[in-house]
């Protein structure tokens, strides 16, 4: 028998930074997805929550809240930038293991600025970056679980050099599934393009973790037609609630039922910036949606 443990994130309520007046603070953020029915939650970004492992136990127990992961940003393919990514990790994997949690999830920095659009390097990776970022990741997620015990799951994201189908089957073929495992992310893989059922097929043994979102298909028909970048695309709607976008919901879930694993399935639904009441109604609803799926493996 398989379970599927869905919760939610700080992403869910318009949260990207540590600190920004406009987002939901964190307690808010806590109460409020305690209220939605989840007890799995994200530590979000680094220094959203409390970062003092006792305060940060505290806060979550007092609210029957559970962690399954920590984030962080890689840059692998950069010469000289093992050092850098490791103090990162560092932070997130040692708080993640101190309060529970059993998964890192790696997302790859951005080739261009969300905000501005502006190139911050090229779109493509060459030969050599490839391998330096794959050898880097397979080096990066050994040293996290022999030091902290906690998995790498590696999350391909829109305008990063691991986005499109393509480029997530390259990332696979040159890790190694004993250290580095996917975070497929619905509604990226579908924002650029890709097949999330395509890849449940290929790469069964890789689905390590889950990230549940969908995309407003005329926002993505829009952002290709005129290559905007995705924080713009994020303002006009391009990730919305189930069951109003893509990909569909159900079939995704039975394939990943079918694998009989135990995984989680954690609601991230980019919504920076938003207003502050907006998340919560989202919240209960998206939870009642995926309760009534139809898939039995699904528990919150």
């Known amino acids: 028998m398989s379970s599927i443990l869905v919760g939610s994130a700080p992403d869910s309520w318009g949260v990207w930074f540590p600190d920004n007046p406009q987002q939901t603070p964190y307690t808010r953020f806590l109460d409020e997805v305690a209220a939605s029915g989840y007890q799995w939650i994200e530590l979000g970004p680094y220094g959203y929550l409390p970062t003092d492992p006792a305060r940060l136990t505290e806060e979550l127990d007092s609210r029957g809240l559970k962690l399954s992961a920590g984030t962080v940003f890689e840059h692998l393919h950069q010469d000289d930038s093992w050092d850098a990514v490791w103090s990162q990790i560092e932070d997130v994997a040692k708080l993640t293991a101190a309060v529970g949690g059993s998964h890192v999830v790696v997302i790859p920095e951005m080739w261009r600025d969300p905000a501005t659009g502006a190139t911050l390097e090229p779109r493509d990776l060459t030969d050599e970056q490839w391998l330096r970022k794959t050898r880097g990741m397979n080096e990066l997620g050994k040293a996290m679980f022999e030091t902290y015990g906690v998995r790498a799951q590696y999350h391909p994201h829109a305008d990063s050099h691991v986005d499109t189908e393509e480029n997530v089957y390259r990332f696979l073929d040159g890790t190694d599934g004993e250290y580095v495992n996917l975070c497929l992310d619905t509604g990226h893989i579908a924002y650029c393009g890709?097949?999330?059922?395509?890849?449940?097929?290929?790469?069964?043994?890789?689905?390590?973790?889950?990230?549940?979102?969908?995309?407003?298909?005329?926002?993505?028909a829009k952002v290709e037609a005129e290559d905007l970048p995705f924080g713009e695309a994020v303002k006009l709607g391009a990730m919305t609630e189930p069951p109003l976008g893509i990909p569909e919901m159900p079939p995704l879930l039975e394939a990943i039922d079918r694998l009989n694993i135990d995984v989680f399935a954690i609601v991230e639904q980019d919504m920076y910036p938003c207003s502050p009441d907006a998340p919560l109604p989202i919240a209960k609803r998206t939870r009642n949606y995926l309760g009534g799926c139809g898939v039995g493996a699904v528990r919150f």
Do not use: S
């Open 194 to 220: 890709g097949d999330n059922l395509a890849i449940i097929e290929r790469a069964p043994e890789r689905i390590g973790y889950l990230h549940l979102k969908q995309v407003d298909p005329e926002v993505r």
